[in-house]
């Protein structure tokens, strides 16, 4: 895999490093993560993403991560060297009808879908299940949600098609991967049920105003108040927890609280049962341990033999474990780092399969997939 970086992200390095991945004939794809203060926009980058001649696909994002840093400017080309092809779902909210015949089902068994959305939609329920109704869990799939919480909804998805809003990517490639997933936030209260929702809007909880649940529940064992701190301040350190069969729950995070009403990064469906989560620096470095080692122990199992080993560390973090971990998030990153190239992104939500066991949409979670040649 080629991969190169402009640590200042300028329309030019942008261009500068897709002509060196096209110009390199070992590349059939390019994968692109670029941070949001790079400004770039559809008017400054469309036509250089257009006239590219290999399949693009990436996203926008707060953060980038190379190897052991964590870049707030900046953009990373990754030229990937087996074959690539790509599908876009350019509006949301018809997502079915542009995903049916994106790709042959017998040519899904034992390759990489690479996942890039629009983190701001709130389609993420439905662009989940139409994976799974389309191509199912013969493939691998990894990715994230795009875009900055700090500034709003705007175009933030890379394609041939141009820098897209309110979009998805997909790009299927050859490509041998592992992936892990964990997160290691604990049960502190719950369950609660999910008596009325709508999407990303918690409404009400034990048929209760939600914020009025959450409110006492947390003020009682933070020993804090909403009142004397910033919502999402004291938020992101009691995220929610949707049980699941899976070893550990999903998880949803309250960004803001709208009267009674509590939104979060991703749906919360009605009639589930939720937990109050809660965890510190130990359990989520160590979270992202076992994301790492789950992640080797899936590799070893499709590598061809003992002595194949990945080549590339692709890690998708959420942003919101950075803004909990703060200058702790360096040691995350190095528990996560073998040696290998890595490069990956500080997402809106994350996207992953674990096991082959289901597709999920994550809060707070940190996916790590090692990628072979």
């Not at 779902?89 to 068994?109: G, Y």
């Not at 998805?168 to 592992?178: E, N």
């Not at 809660?278 to 590598?303: N, P």
């Amino acid at each position: 895999m080629f991969i190169d970086i402009d640590r200042v992200g300028t329309v030019e390095g942008l261009q500068h490093l897709l002509k060196r991945a096209v110009d390199d004939e070992n590349t059939q794809g390019i994968l692109i993560l670029s941070c949001d203060t790079s400004g770039f926009t559809p008017e400054n980058v469309n036509d250089v993403l257009i006239q590219c001649k290999k399949p693009v696909f990436g996203g926008i994002f707060s953060n980038i991560l190379y190897n052991k840093e964590k870049l707030e400017k900046g953009t990373i080309v990754a030229g990937i060297h087996q074959p690539v092809r790509t599908a876009v779902v350019s509006d949301l909210s018809n997502i079915s009808a542009a995903m049916e015949c994106a790709f042959e089902w017998q040519s899904l068994q034992n390759k990489t879908m690479f996942v890039f959305m629009d983190g701001l939609s709130q389609n993420t329920s439905a662009l989940i299940d139409s994976m799974f109704n389309c191509w199912g869990l013969l493939p691998n799939y990894i990715g994230g949600g795009a875009g900055s919480l700090t500034s709003g909804s705007k175009p933030c998805i890379f394609t041939e098609e141009g820098l897209l809003e309110n979009a998805a990517v997909f790009a299927l490639s050859d490509i041998k991967s592992g992936i892990g997933v964990a997160h290691g936030w604990k049960p502190v209260a719950g369950p609660l049920k999910v008596t009325e929702a709508d999407y990303n809007r918690i409404i009400s909880l034990n048929w209760r105003p939600a914020f009025e649940v959450y409110r006492k529940i947390v003020e009682k064992i933070s020993g804090k108040s909403f009142d004397n701190n910033n919502f999402f301040q004291l938020a992101k350190e009691f995220p929610f927890g949707i049980a699941k069969m899976s070893e550990e729950m999903v998880v949803r995070d309250p960004i803001a609280v709208d009267g009674s009403e509590l939104f979060c990064v991703g749906e919360v469906p009605l009639n589930s049962f939720v937990y109050i989560l809660k965890g510190d620096k130990d359990s989520l470095i160590d979270g992202a341990v076992k994301a790492r080692q789950l992640a080797e122990e899936s590799y070893r199992k499709v590598a061809n033999s003992r002595e194949s080993k990945p080549t590339t560390t692709f890690f998708m973090d959420c942003v919101s474990r950075v803004l909990f971990l703060q200058s702790d998030f360096d040691e995350e990153l190095e528990a996560v780092y073998t040696g290998n190239v890595l490069i990956g992104a500080l997402t809106i939500g994350e996207i992953a399969n674990t096991g082959k066991n289901y597709i999920e949409f994550y809060n707070k979670t940190s996916v790590v997939g090692l990628l072979g040649e």
